[in-house]
């Protein structure tokens, strides 16, 4: 059965002028290879033709002078009327409408005395619901232009000049999703996007003449909480940026994180969050820098540090630079006391201070067991051991990671007990003294 092809509504383009240079090109090929027999007649100097073909289709056409005039009606069968329209010297004019095999309307357009689309122009889905509606005026699309979908609205725009302008609306299911402004076909102007079921506006911002985003950008949670804000500049972030996370219950937001946009990099400074559903408190800062280099974004941790305990007590503090640590680091217990303390050079050295505690008495503050230097993860200087009573208990020194010199034991009293010397990790001798500090016994290795 002879079926005619759907027209293509192409979104950015309306005109239906390819589609009638194909529509007389596929008549001609059409109806010399498929009519089957085909009968005139005259009425009023107007010729009447009417071809049937194989399929069962049917044209009836109208021609005066040698050129198509009149009205004309194609059938996919008898009855079943496909399209119809009238011509003016081989012209459409007037009222035109296309059909599905159902005889539910397809198309409906109009054109002017010089076959022109013109006026309302309407496409319609085969429920018979209206898909799209676009105003014409001599062949230039002109006002209002409407888009639907199932029946509910999808997008209402307007045209001038056969361009986009003025305000333009996207729906989802008939709810405002999307809002912008054009100029000339150009984005340009403030745009706005809703949540779909609550319409709870969740990003706004606006474009420069070139349809890049400049200016103020927000964006919003679907219960209208900030979750990012900062500035465009021909389209690329500039300046601070700040990134908020939803709290546990959705009506609040926390800081995540900070950058800071600059034409050759960009600085972060990023948080992250011990949460024991209750209540939020920062667990990490991180600062850090981002730069292109050869298409390549190269992320390095560069500035201040932090890490902290449940909730807010500092746990790690220092600086990066260039992605390494450098400068004084300390690591501190939950009561706040330092347990290490280190001086970290250009050249990678570091000098470190560790400072260990234990509980004397469950529920008492940690006392003070021993404190130990290192250089480069070895055991360098001096080091010291305590009693509970905060009296010296060992002292000495170390030397590339091993005892080196004399080291001093003492009674719990403070009185000293022993002196041995070492060297190169070996004991060589050991001098023990009595309660009264007088010496007792030599001994030599």
Known sequence: MYKLKNNVFLKNSFSLYLNKV????????????????VTESIINDTIVKKSHF?????????????KLNGPFIYYYKPNVIAKKGVYVNNIIVGNYKEYYEDGKTRIDFFYDTNGKEHNVQKWYDRKGKLEYLLHYKNGVK???????????????????????HGISKKYYKGKLEYQCHYINGKKVGKFKKFDRKNQQLIEKGSYDINQK?????????????????????????????????????????????????????????????????????????????????????????NGSYKSFYFCDKIKERGTYKNGKKIGIWEKFNEEGQKTKH???????????????????????????????HYINNKKEGQYIFYYD????KESGEYKNNKQNGPIKYYRENGILKEVSTYKKGKIITTVI?????????????
């Open 22 to 37: 194909l529509f007389f090109l596929f008549l001609i090929w059409f109806q010399s290879s498929t009519s089957q027999e």
């Open 213 to 301: 985003k400049d200016g103020k950008y927000e964006k919003f949670s679907n219960t209208g909480i900030e979750l990012e804000s900062g500035n465009y500049k021909n389209g690329k972030k500039i300046g601070v940026w700040k990134i908020h996370e939803l709290t546990y219950n959705k009506k609040e937001s926390i800081l995540k994180k900070v950058f800071k946009y600059t034409d050759t990099y960009t600085k972060c400074e990023e948080r992250e969050y011990n949460d024991d559903g209750k209540k939020y408190c920062v667990k990490n800062i991180t600062n850090y820098f981002e730069e292109k280099v050869q298409a390549h974004y190269l992320t390095t941790k």
């Open 342 to 372: 280190c001086l970290i050079n250009n050249n990678g050295t570091a000098e470190c201070d560790i400072y260990e505690y234990y509980w004397k008495n469950s529920g008492s503050k940690k006392k003070l067991h021993f404190t130990e």
């Open 389 to 392: 009573n905060g009296n010296l």
């Open 142 to 164: 002109e006002g209002l232009f409407l888009r639907y979908k199932n029946g509910f609205i999808k997008e209402k725009s307007s045209y001038k000049s056969n361009k986009m």
């Open 433 to 445: 003294y009595n309660t009264n500090g007088e010496i007792e016994k030599l001994k030599t290795y």
């Open 54 to 66: 194989k399929d069962g289709s049917i044209i009836v056409e109208r021609s005066m002078n040698g």
